[in-house]
C-alpha cells in the first residue's frame, strides 16, 4: 500500500465520519470503524487501481475506468468541458 497526496482527504473524510459517529456510540468504537473504513477504502482503490492496470495497460482512464481515446478520457475530460 502505497501512501498518496488523496489520503490525507480520505484520512480528513474519515476522522470527520468518526467525529460525527463519537456522538452515539464510545470513541473506541468509532475509531476502529474509521480504521476499518480507511483500509477498506484503500483495498478497494489499489484492486481497482491494479485490475485496470494490468488488463488494458494505457489504454483506460486510470480514474473511471473508460477508455482513453487520443490521450483523453471520454468520461473526465469530457465532463471538465
Ligand atoms: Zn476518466
Same mark, same amino acid.
Not at 1 to 8: A, L, N, S, T, V
Not at 14 to 38: N, R
Not at 54 to 64: A, E, M, P, R
Given at each position: 500500500?502505497? $501512501?498518496?497526496?488523496?489520503? !490525507?482527504?480520505?484520512?480528513? =473524510? +474519515?476522522?470527520?465520519?468518526?467525529? =460525527?459517529?463519537? *456522538?452515539?456510540?464510545?470513541? @473506541?468504537? /468509532?475509531?476502529?470503524?474509521?480504521?476499518?473504513?480507511? $483500509?477498506?477504502?484503500? %483495498? #478497494?482503490?489499489?484492486?481497482? @487501481? *491494479?485490475? +485496470?492496470?494490468?488488463? !488494458?495497460?494505457?489504454? %483506460? &482512464? +486510470?480514474? &473511471?475506468? /473508460?477508455? !482513453?481515446?487520443?490521450?483523453?478520457?471520454?468520461? &473526465?475530460? #469530457? /465532463? *471538465?468541458?
Amino acid at each position: 500500500m502505497k $501512501f498518496e497526496r488523496r489520503d !490525507i482527504v480520505l484520512i480528513l =473524510g +474519515i476522522f470527520l465520519v468518526v467525529l =460525527g459517529i463519537t *456522538q452515539y456510540v464510545p470513541f @473506541h468504537y /468509532s475509531a476502529l470503524i474509521g480504521i476499518l473504513l480507511y $483500509f477498506g477504502i484503500k %483495498l #478497494y482503490v489499489e484492486k481497482r @487501481h *491494479q485490475s +485496470i492496470t494490468n488488463s !488494458i495497460g494505457d489504454g %483506460l &482512464c +486510470i480514474d &473511471c475506468g /473508460s477508455r !482513453i481515446i487520443a490521450n483523453k478520457c471520454s468520461k &473526465c475530460d #469530457y /465532463s *471538465q468541458e
